[in-house]
């Protein structure tokens, strides 16, 4: 069985790249054909798999993988996911020294790289966000060429909002209020809380944050956790370093930011 399964996706990859300037749906008949013809002729299958397998096609393999994250797949994905109290993207801008080719070189030139070398921390200094946080939220909003998308998963609500505006009240709520007269908002206490910062697979090449809420939904959910998944630049689009540089930038920013702007106290 499993040896008939490997075969047949392998055609239906290749199907796949032949298709490839077809709407998804469209040749979603075609490969379920496939699937049921080369099921009956396990040695046609087999023949021509190991015939795809001798000249594989990468850009055929990328698409497949990324078969995941597609509108249709997130749907599915998020009809099994566990409630959460928060789980939206952010857009954090790049405020720290990029890393680059050059600076990649240097170190191997250096031999300093993938080793744990003193940081001259003027070098990484923060910007000095006090009294800006209204203003810094309602830009994590808005999506942008130099900002990298984070998304904030939360089984419990947040100790922020992205708006000044108040929530609306209904004839309800305002007539109660007339009667016994409003009370002050109870703002909970904040609670220091462990996170997760979440390099999604794919190999920089594939995939996202959304694809991959099947598995941290629950984490968030049974671990008690707040989620920060780094939704990176992907290759060949966005070539190396650019994913490292984002995951640098979001390492950076969450460590410094988190609680002043976010209220997200770390343990």
């Not at 016994?180 to 904040?190: D, F, R, T």
Request: glycine share 4%; hydrophobic share 45%.
């Amino acid at each position: 069985m499993m040896r008939y399964a490997s075969n047949v996706s392998h055609i239906l990859i290749r199907r796949l790249h032949q298709s490839k300037e077809i709407p998804l749906l469209q040749y979603l008949l075609p490969l379920a054909q496939d699937a049921i013809y080369y099921g009956c002729l396990p040695g046609k299958a087999e023949i021509e798999a190991l015939q795809y397998l001798i000249n594989p096609d990468p850009e055929a393999a990328v698409r497949v993988w990324n078969l995941i994250d597609t509108k249709m797949a997130h749907i599915f994905i998020s009809l099994r996911l566990p409630r959460l109290a928060f789980d939206n993207l952010i857009y954090i801008p790049r405020l720290f020294p990029a890393i680059t080719k050059d600076l990649i070189l240097k170190e191997y030139q250096d031999g300093t790289i993938n080793k744990a070398v003193p940081i001259d921390p003027e070098a990484i200094k923060a910007p000095n966000m006090i009294g800006k946080r209204a203003e810094v939220l309602k830009d994590l909003l808005i999506p942008g060429e130099n900002k990298v998308p984070i998304r904030i998963l939360s089984p419990k609500p947040l100790n922020f909002n992205f708006s000044d505006e108040k929530p609306k009240k209904g004839l309800f709520t305002k007539a109660k209020e007339m009667l016994l007269g409003a009370k002050e908002p109870v703002i909970e206490p904040e609670e220091e809380t462990a996170i997760i910062i979440n390099l999604h697979g794919g190999g920089f090449i594939a995939m996202s944050s959304a694809s991959m809420r099947i598995y941290l939904s629950r984490w968030c959910k049974d671990l008690n956790m707040v989620c920060f998944a780094v939704d990176y630049r992907l290759a060949p689009q966005n070539p190396y370093p650019a994913a490292i540089d984002d995951i640098w930038q979001a390492y950076l920013w969450i460590l410094n930011y988190s609680e002043s702007i976010l209220g997200i106290v770390r343990i």
